[in-house]
C-alpha cells in the first residue's frame, strides 16, 4: 500500500514509518519539523520506498498519485512544547486533522488517528476504559493538547459516519524509546537523563501519582494491527503495569546504577493522578499486548540516551 504519515519525522511516526517500510508498504512522510528531527528518519533517506515532504499539515495537501492510508501521528505531544505552543496544538488536531481525513476522503482511503489518553484528563474511573468519557479541564493550560484531541476524535467519527471512511482510533498511553528528545519534559528521558549525569532526579508533588509505560515497539505494532482492522471506535495501546512516579525513580536509580537524590517540585496544574489502559479491547479485537518489559525498553532507552551524549561530547 500507498501509506501517508503526517508527523513522520517525530518520535513514533518514525518508528511507524519502519515499520510500514518493514512490511512492504511504501511510505510519503509528511513533518513541518516543528518538534520533529531528521536525525529520526536520516537512515530511511536511501530507501526507495520512502519520501519525505516537508510539509505542515494545517495548509492544504494533495497527492497526485493514488492513496491507499493516511495515518495522522502529527502533534506536539509532549507538555513542553505543547505548553510553548499552544496554538499549533489545537491547529494540528483540528485543522490539521480535518485536512487529512480530506486526503482520505479524495482517495477513497482508511484514516487512522492517534489520539491520546489525556483525552481521559484527571479520570475518576480507574484502569481507563474506552467507554470512560474523561474528566478534562478544557480552560486548563493542558486543554489545548486535550481538547485537540479529543475534536480530533470527534471529527474522525463525523467523517466515518458522514463519508463512510474507513477510519481507526488510537489512544496512545505513555510510549518511550529510542528518538525520544532528551529536553521534551516527559518522564522517561527526564529521569534518564538526569541519572546518567548524576543530577537530581525531579518529582513532581509527592510522587504517589501513576503511570503506565509502553515501549515503543510494542505501541507500534499496535498501530499497525489497528490499521488493518475494522473497528471504528477508539481502541487504548499502552502497557497497564503501573506504578508510582517515585516507584520508576528508584527503578531508573536501579537501572543506571545511580546514586542521584530525589529533588520535589510542586506537582503542575491538571497533572492526572492515575493513569492506567484497559486493554482488554485491545487484546480481544487485535490479539495485541505489550511484550517488551519496562526494564528491557529502559536498558535500550538508556543506550541510546548514553549514545546521544558521546556525540554531543564530541
Known sequence: MRIIVSGAAGFIGSHMCDRL???????????????????????????????????????????????????????????????????????????????????????????????????????????????????????????CYDES??????????????????????????????????????????????????????????GSQTRSFCYVSDLVDGLYRLMLSDERYPVNLGNPREMTILEFAELIRKLTHSSSPIERRPLPEDDPRQRQPDIAKARRLLGWEPRVSLEEGLQQTGEYFRGKATVTAD
Open 21 to 143: 517500510l518493514l512490511e512492504g508498504h511504501s511510505v510519503v512522510g509528511l513533518d513541518n519539523l516543528l518538534t520533529g528531527s531528521m536525525e529520526n528518519i536520516s537512515h530511511l533517506q536511501s530507501n526507495a520506498a520512502f519520501q519525505f515532504i516537508a510539509q505542515d499539515v494545517n495548509l492544504p495537501w494533495a497527492s497526485e498519485a493514488a492513496v491507499d492510508v493516511v495515518l495522522h501521528m502529527a502533534s506536539l505531544a509532549s507538555p513542553k512544547d505543547y505548553l510553548a505552543h499552544p496554538i499549533e496544538t489545537l491547529d494540528v488536531g483540528s485543522v490539521g486533522t480535518r485536512n487529512m481525513l480530506e486526503l482520505a476522503r479524495t482517495h477513497g482511503a482508511r484514516f487512522l488517528l492517534t489520539s491520546t489518553s489525556e483525552c481521559y484528563g484527571d479520570p475518576l474511573v480507574h484502569p481507563q476504559t474506552e467507554t470512560y468519557w474523561g474528566n478534562v479541564n478544557p480552560v486548563g493550560p493542558r486543554s
Open 149 to 206: 484531541k479529543r475534536f480530533a476524535e470527534a471529527i474522525t467519527m463525523a467523517y466515518h459516519r458522514t463519508h463512510g471512511l474507513r477510519t481507526n482510533i488510537a489512544r496512545i498511553f505513555n510510549t518511550f524509546g529510542p528518538r525520544m528528545q532528551l529536553q521534551d519534559g516527559r518522564v522517561v528521558p527526564a529521569f534518564l537523563d538526569q541519572a546518567l549525569r548524576g543530577e537530581p532526579l525531579t518529582v513532581f508533588g509527592d
